[in-house]
């Protein structure tokens, strides 16, 4: 092969979809950021959205909050880029995120701006993280953002009230590392304990979140946009259990049956558990689960483990795909079992 490579490098290199994929990147790992800052809120009942309306949604109880996550090359960003057209889709960054104030029929709306550049506006630049209320702007700058709103929404009433921008500390450049020891406090905070695997919970979490934001079909209703494009509350809490690094946790009740089934059998039931493992803290994977603990409630209370584990295996059948195996039954089976010893949880 040619060592001289200067045709290649004559050529200009087409970056736009490492641009787009840096992009979504930061976007999915920014809604990580606002799961955990929700928990350490102690917000309890929460949805956050990715990709869907807008960048990131938080959906709460009495309303919504959208975030429309920028990066860029600029050194600042300020009232003239807010308001600029963009020449490709002739839309102004306000006026597209203005568009979402439609969902004020539901409950109150936020609108932010997220950025980690300083931000420049009359009478100076807010450089320190933090949230800039848009109607606290000077009359000058409040006067350009109704303009431009009003230019792309006519019949719009602008209130400026609803809009930020949220000046961001988190590196949007390198987020991977702010997010890693961010989850790594909060789980700490919630669960009392460290996880077992931090690596794995972390890559467990934002392949989660690229599930959610890859999903690219239209939802026909609000429930299949929570179950397709959000990660609940519910959904972390699950998940974060999984990793708890605690005595007798159900991954080491499962390991210790495997150990004492017969030598030939072990190697398939570890496969089965590592295929379940994975997706456990997945909503759709609870139901075998739950159909165990209903199963194990009508046994006989006298019967061993093992009884319990093979009848529960085939009571949970029904309720199993073509592509959940007898080995992968009988790992449900001893979820199930270690759920009811543990109080009924799933």
């Not at 869907?52 to 909050?65: A, M, Q, T």
């Not at 039931?269 to 165990?292: H, N, T, W």
Request: glycine fraction near 6%.
């Amino acid at each position: 092969m040619t060592t001289n490579h200067d045709s290649y490098m004559a050529t200009p290199p087409d970056m736009s979809g490492s641009i787009a994929k840096n992009r979504f990147r930061v976007e999915v790992l920014w809604g990580v950021e606002k799961l955990l800052d929700c928990l350490d809120k102690g917000v309890n009942d929460f949805s956050v959205i990715f990709d869907y309306r807008c960048d990131i949604e938080l959906h709460l109880n009495d309303g919504y909050e959208f975030y429309q996550v920028k990066t860029g090359t600029a050194k600042k960003f300020g009232i003239t880029w807010v308001c600029k057209k963009n020449p490709k889709t002739n839309t102004s960054i306000i006026g597209r995120l203005y568009e979402l104030h439609d969902a004020e029929a539901d409950g109150p709306v936020r609108l932010i701006i997220v950025g980690n550049k300083e931000f420049l506006k009359a009478g100076g630049s807010f450089k320190e993280p933090g949230e800039l209320l848009f109607s606290t702007l000077s009359i000058e700058d409040k006067r350009k953002v109704e303009a431009a709103i009003r230019e792309h929404l006519p019949a719009a009433d602008p209130d400026l009230d609803k809009v930020s921008y949220l000046l961001v500390a988190m590196d949007l450049s390198s987020p991977e590392y702010s997010v890693a020891g961010h989850l790594i406090k909060t789980y700490e905070a919630a669960m009392g304990c460290e996880p077992r695997k931090p690596n794995a919970l972390y890559n467990a979490l934002c392949s989660l979140a690229d599930e959610k934001a890859c999903e690219e079909q239209e939802q026909s209703t609000y429930e299949n946009v929570i179950r397709n494009k959000a990660i609940t509350h519910a959904e972390l809490s699950t998940l974060f259990d999984r990793y708890a690094d605690r005595e007798n946790s159900r991954q080491d009740f499962v390991m210790a049956w495997i150990g004492r089934q017969p030598p030939l059998q072990r190697n398939n039931l570890k496969l089965a558990y590592g295929v379940v493992f994975q997706d456990l803290y997945r909503p759709s994977e609870c139901e075998p689960i739950r159909a165990g603990i209903k199963s194990i409630e009508n046994l006989d209370k006298a019967l061993q483990e093992d009884n319990i584990i093979n009848q529960v295996a085939v009571d949970i059948k029904p309720v199993c795909g073509i592509e959940v195996s007898d080995e992968m039954r009988e790992i449900y089976a001893v979820v199930a079992l270690y759920s009811v010893m543990e109080g009924g949880r799933s």
